[in-house]
């Protein structure tokens, strides 16, 4: 890969997506196929439950828990998941655009109007 600046700076989702096809191919080989990815997309959030319980749950952490990083964690879960958004054809960007769009239509007043969130 040409230089880990380009990983270093600032990119939009889109750049993210190109990246990560990048390093798949030079790297990486190939992408695992689609099934794999999803296995491990459930493996990578669960590792970040993990983390979650014991940083802000009332789980207690045993030694290995606290060798893990949650940032680390978080960005392996977004890797899976642009691994699979790039196989699958989906624009990350414009679909994250298009579910806020279809989140602010629908949500404009639900939470100004829920009483749980008051207070």
């Known amino acids: 890969m040409c230089g880990s600046s380009v ?3 600032a990119m939009t989702i889109k750049e993210a997506q190109q990246q990560v096809d990048l390093w798949i191919n030079t790297i990486g080989v190939r992408y695992f196929n689609e099934l794999t990815n999803t296995a491990i997309l459930m493996e990578e959030v669960g590792e970040v439950a993990r983390i979650m319980a014991r940083v ?3 789980q207690s952490s045993k030694e290995s828990d606290l060798q893990k990083s949650l940032p680390d ?7 899976v998941l642009i691994c699979l958004a790039n196989q699958t054809g989906i624009d990350l960007e414009e679909a ?4 806020l769009l279809k989140k602010t239509n629908r949500d ?3 939470h100004q109007n829920n009483q749980k ?3």
């Open 7 to 9: 990983l270093l700076s």
């Open 56 to 58: 802000y749950g009332e």
């Open 73 to 79: 964690e978080m960005a392996d879960v977004l890797f």
């Open 96 to 99: 994250l655009k298009q579910n």
């Open 108 to 110: 404009a007043q639900r």
């Open 117 to 119: 969130l008051k207070g």
